[in-house]
Every structure is written in C-alpha cells, then in structure tokens.
C-alpha cells in the first residue's frame, strides 16, 4: 500500500469563475429583467388551478362534507392523505435550511432559500386540508385556546391539538426563518433596481439593512438560534404528524417505530421535490453554476438513505405485525398485500423500495433526466404510502361487519389538482420578485470570502498567484 | 456635491478592496483607539469581530427570556385550562398528565424563542431604520453588491475631519468619501 497521502479538494461549490459582483448579477439581476413570457403561460395556468380549488373548496363548505368519498370507518380519506403528503414535502426545506446549516454543510447555499420558500408554500397547501376537514371553517379558530363567552377551550390531551400546535409552529418558525434569511438580499435588490416603486418596495422590506458587521454579528447569532430551533422542530412536526395516528388503537397505525418512519418519508420525498424544482429552476434561469451537479448528487445520496430508512420502516412493520403475535395487526399486514389496496401497497413498494436503490449507482446520481424520474417515482410512492396508512388501515379495521371500501369522488381529485395552483402561484411569485438564491451565503462561500484567501497575494506563502480559485485547507488562524 | 457640504458632517467613509484588506484596516482602527467605528460588507466576514473587539452577541439572552415564557406559560395555560377552567373526565384518566403536555409546551417554547431571535436582532441591530446618512452615498450602494467599507462617526472622540482621512488613506483605502447628514 502507497503511504504518501494527498490533498484532495473538494470540487468548487461554484463553478464558473465567479466574482462577489458576477454572483450579485447573476442571481440579483433575475428579478429585474422583463417577465419571460414562459412565466405568464406558467402563471396562467396556476391560476386557472387556484380557481378550481377556491371553487371546490368553496362548494365543499356550501354542500357539506358528503362531496369528499369519506365514509365511515373512512373518516380521514384523502384530505388528510394530502395534508401528510405536503406536510412531508415541506420538511426537506427545513432540514437544508436548518440541519444542514448546523452541519456546516456548504453546499446548501445553493438550493437552502428556494427549498424554504417550497416548505412555506407546501405547509400552506398542507394546512388546508385539515381545516376543511372540520366541516365548520367558520368556526377554525375553535382549535386555538381563544377565550370565548361559552367558557370552552380545546382539549390539550388529543394528538389533533398537537397537530394543530405543531403545524401553525413549523409554518411561522419556517416564515421567520425564511425572512431573516431574506433581509440582506432584499438589501442586495433595494440598492441595484432602478424603479423607483420597487426600490420602496424592497426597501421597506429590507429594513434599512446596511452590512454593518455590528449587525452582521447579532445577525449570525439569530440565524445560528434559529437554525438550532428550527432542528427539533422539523422532526418534531412530522412525528406530531404521525401521532395523529400512532396514539389512536386502530391496527396499522398504533405503533411505535411511526414517528422516525414519518420523518424519513418526509424528508425523502421533500428533497424529491426540492430535486424535481431545483432541475427546472436551473434550466430556466441559467443558474448552472450554483446549482451544480455536485449538489444535485448529494442530495440524491440523502434520497437513497431516507429511501432505504423507509423501506426497512416497512420490513419492520411485516415483522411487528408477525412478532406481536396481535391477530389484528397481523390482520391489517396481510390485508395490504393481498386485500382490497394491494395494488396500492406494490406502487409503495415499487416506489419507495425500489425505486431509491437506483441511487447507488453513480451514473444515475449525476444524470438529470434520470433524476428527474426518480424524484417524480419518490413523490408518488410516498402519496401512496399516506394513502395505504390512511385509506387501508381504515376501511378494514377491528370488525369486518364495518368494512367499507373507500373510493375518492371528482371533488376529492380535483381540490387536490388545485392545490398544485395554490402552491405554484405562490412559487413563481417567489421566482419572479425575490432573489431564489440565497446571495451573500453563496458570496460567503466563496473562497475569496475568506480573508486567508489573500494571504498569496501579498507573498506571505504559496505560489499560486494567478487568482486561481482553489479551496484551501483554512486550520492556519 | 456643494449642497451637501452646507449640511453637518457625519462621518468619513472608506473603501477597500476586499475583505482581507477590510479586516487589517479594521484592525489598525481599532487599535488606534477608535471605538464609533463600523465595516460593511456583503457577507459577514471571518474574525471581523475579534478585529473590530466587539462582544459576543447577546441575542442569545433574550432567545431565552422569550423561550422560557414559552415554556412556563405553555405548561401554565394548559394545567389551567385542564384541571381548572374546563375539567373534562376522559376514559377516568386523571385531570393533570404531565406526559400529554410534553408535545404543546415544546412547540410553544420554540414558537417564542423563535420570536426572541428575530425580535432581539432587530432590536440590537435598531432595525428597521429607514433613514441612514450612508444611504447619501452612490458608492455605499456596493456594500451589499461587492463593496467593503469602513466607516468612522464623526461623534468618535478621536475624530478629526482632515486627520481622520489621512489615517484611513494610509490604513491602503481606495477611496475616501465624507458622508454628510
């Protein structure tokens, strides 16, 4: 064996010879130019979807529940299908903002600000389902401890409770999260945009922010806070999510291993998403050289090992279910295979268990196209899987006398088609008028960045003085 | 700039050209005794603080003022309302369970500390503030492009308006601007 060890750098994190000013264009000068017409056709058609789901929700809260296929045993069809599956996506978001950050793993500056904005959007897509679900919307706010004249208040013992806490936490922890990040960008645009009215606009929302390192330095400490806030959070909000479930007895759901089951799906099926928008933002806005295929590969890495956390998930439910010796559980196990959802249960597998072993290979990593398709398998199978825990567990549980078959109805198809309205109005919004990369966290990553950087130039050590960027090893303080 | 020059001088402005450049001269400002100082830059710089001697920041403490409030008003509300403004008997299960507050008292104490994070930056950093005399300066918009300045307040005890921008030029700045209010 060779005993001589040599320094391998990691390869840039941004390609392209890029200076602070060049990054400042690239990424700055996005919102500034004329709306692409692609743009308005993408708009549109959000809002044709938007509209269906205003229409749909609105005929729902006119007619009454009776419009979704729910059914009893089936009280949780797809509303709550829906809301777990966008809750999940929007987990992906939270862990490159926040664990990643704690990890000092770089290379989430290039997707952190565009995956927050999806977790925030994908959480408001999530909450809706729930609060229609009530029946009575009018009367929504009954959830939070609000003080009212029939001396009422919500009962603090029922998981839903928790969930209610939980996801109106993760959304406004998110949102915060989200701007502070946001505040020196939207300095970054108040001082280079030319219109007056947008320079008010980014201006207001810019805060007066300077750069000063005064403020840099409380500004580091909140964000550091919030991240290490942010953490417990998005793994807490996925296993309050899955607690809606696993507190109650019914066979399939009253389970230990739920809560880190929940929240490998989560994250498994949120960087599937953040993947499938991070390939079509790149092309579109030419933004190659941050989001590089480098990073496109670590995140499927993170998709493979939630993908297989998944799978072994589902071998130890089998094995529970036989270990527990429970005649129900071993019941409700053998119904999935066989009974009246398995082809619900072979799409999970297909997708959630097969489909992220294609991540070993490296060629699939850094193909895009193949990505691209294995991003889409992982957000349906993990549709699916909600769909087999929900629909399946419920419509045969304890007494077969009370078996019912659930099947959604047009109204239950079509408000789910329209949340991808809400979701995407909001989103292209967010590429329209806000920067989509988080600007001085890629400056600050940058070599030049750091003041070491310079050292060459004024000859204190080494040779390479052509400004070549090259990531040094940085122990020497 | 005639018009400006009737108005009172704020502070002198210098540039520099990049960031190890930024932090030496930070560095000689300090150390010459300066302390109404500040750098600007598009991103925060490394050992920038140790340089300019600033101390730790204290939004930590009032993260957990916010928390903690969180944390016992969580826990306060909902023994309250549980075993005194609405006891409800559940399958006899007794009235006060510390176990079933674990997930709402959580969830409250991030929510607040959350709020004490971006309440105690802004309030240290005494933003928002929308009227700042380093917005009179063209150049100064660089500051979050790809400019990195240093800027001494004319209130420092050490300040003099010709001084001053000696000391800055020959601290290697690039540019020197007196920035009026």
Known sequence: MSKSYEFVPEPPLVQGNHTFGSITALIGGIPEKKTPKGWYLAFGMANILLLLLVSLLSYLVWEGLGVWGINNPTGWGWAIINFVWWVGIG????????????????????????????????????????????????????VFPVPNQMG????????????????????TVSLIFWYVGLIPDLATLRDRVKSKTSKFVYGVFALGWTGSNRHWSNYEKAYMILAGLATPLVLSVHTI???????SNVPGWHSTIFPPYF????????????????????????????????IMEKMNIIMM?????????????????????????????WLYIVGPYAWGFWITMFCNVINPQFMWFKKVRRNITLTFMVAIFANIGMW?????????????????????????????????????????????????????????????????????????????????????????????? | METKEKNKLHGILAEFKNPAALLHAAETVNNAGYSKFDTFSPFPIHGMDEAMSLKKSKVGWIVLGFGLVGLFGAITLMVWVMSSAMPVSISAKPLVDPPIYVPITFELTVLLSSFGAVTGMLLLNGLP???????????????????????????????????????????????IEKIYD
């Open chain 1, 91 to 142: 987990h992906a978001g939270t862990l490159i903002s926040a664990i990643l950050y704690l990890f000092r793993q770089h290379w989430r500056t290039a997707i952190n600000r565009f995956a927050e904005a999806m977790t925030i959007f994908a959480v408001m897509c999530a909450g809706l389902f729930p609060a229609f679900h009530v029946g009575r919307i009018w009367v929504i706010y009954w």
């Open chain 1, 152 to 171: 009422l208040w919500p009962n603090f013992s029922s998981p839903l409770l928790w969930d209610v806490f939980a996801v109106s936490t993760y959304f």
């Open chain 2, 129 to 175: 503030k929308p009227h700042n005399p380093l917005f009179n300066s063209e150049n100064f918009n660089r500051a979050t492009d790809d400019g990195f300045f240093l800027y001494i307040e004319s209130k420092d005890a050490l300040f003099s308006e010709d001084k001053t921008a000696d000391f800055l030029e020959e601290a290697k700045a690039l540019n």
């Open chain 1, 263 to 294: 929240v490998a799906g989560a994250i498994y099926s949120g960087f599937a998403m953040v993947a499938l928008l991070m390939i079509i933002a790149r092309k579109i806005y030419g933004l190659e050289d941050i989001m590089t295929v480098d």
């Open chain 1, 384 to 477: 699916y899987e909600r769909f087999m825990i929900i629909a399946a567990s419920l419509s045969t549980d304890f007494m077969p006398s009370s078996w019912a078959y659930y099947s959604p109805t047009w109204v239950d198809y079509l408000t789910y088609v329209g949340t991808f309205g809400l979701f995407f109005t909001f989103f292209l919004l967010f590429l329209r008028f806000l920067p989509m990369v988080a600007i001085s966290e890629v400056k600050a990553g940058l070599p030049q960045a750091d003041p070491h950087y310079y050292e060459e130039d004024e000859g204190l050590e080494g040779s390479n003085g052509q400004g070549t960027i090259v990531i040094q090893p940085n122990e020497t303080a």
């Open chain 1, 241 to 247: 999510v899955s607690f809606d479930m696993s507190v």
């Open chain 1, 305 to 333: 090992i939630t993908g297989n956390m998944v799978a072994f998930s589902y071998l130890m439910e089998g094995f529970m279910s036989w270990y527990s010796g429970y005649i129900y559980e071993r019941g409700i196990f």
